[in-house]
Structures are given as C-alpha cells and as structure tokens.
C-alpha cells in the first residue's frame, strides 16, 4: 500500500479539492443569506433552534444528573449556533447583519402587534362590564 503523506503532489491535489468544496459551501451559504427566507430560516436556525441566545441552566430539574445532560445537550446546540454565525461573519458579514436587523425589527414589529391585541382585548373586557 502507498502512503500520500509523503506524496507532495498527492497533497497539493487533496489541498486543491477541499479548497474547491469549501468554496462552494461558502457559495451555498451566500445564496441562502442572499435572500429574505433563507436570512429568515438562518436566523430561525441559529437562535432558536440553536438557542444562542437562551439560558443553558433550567431551574426546574432538580436531579444532577438530568441537569448536567440537559446542560450539555443545550451547550452543543448553543455551539453549532455559535459556529454558523461566525461561519456567516466570516464569509458574509453584510448579509448576516442584514439578517440580524430584520430578524430585530420583526421582532419589535410583532411585540407591538401583541402589545395592542392584548389592549384591545382589555379594553373590550372592560367595556363588557
């Protein structure tokens, strides 16, 4: 059997192939911030299913060892969240700052929508007694 680690022409070829398959992963990741849904469901991804903005400790259990499971499963989530924002910042820090302002401004957007259904809802209370 012949080993490529001491095969240069080997290496530069295998350096050349992960440089092109990297290319095109960060080619998908331009496309999908690229547009409105793909910054959407980027930003969906990363802070809520990855919880990067969430607590890891939860309160409510009490045993140590389900704690500490619950702790490190939230740890690994909030670490493929951590590594797809810096993957975002490096490649394509502008479309990832545009995905963060929208993702901010629809959230103050729809805690306004709230804010007033809750009102309305109050006040039609009220005007029922």
């Given at each position: 059997m012949t080993s490529f680690l001491g095969n240069e022409n080997v290496q530069k070829a295998l350096r050349q192939i992960d440089r092109r398959l990297r290319a095109g992963e960060i080619g998908d990741l331009e496309k999908v911030l690229g547009t409105s849904e793909g910054?959407?469901?980027?930003c969906r991804i990363v802070y809520e299913m990855c919880n990067l903005e969430g607590l890891t400790f939860h309160d409510s259990i009490k045993d140590g060892v389900c704690a500490a499971r619950h702790d490190a499963h939230r740890e690994g989530q909030r670490?493929?969240?951590?590594v797809l924002v810096e993957e975002a910042m490096q490649h394509c820090p502008e479309l990832w700052l545009t995905a963060k302002h929208e993702r901010d401004t629809k959230a103050a957007s729809d805690a306004v929508h709230r804010e007033l259904a809750v009102t309305k809802s109050v006040n039609e209370m009220e005007q029922r007694q």
């Open positions: 910054r959407r469901l980027y670490l493929v969240g951590r």
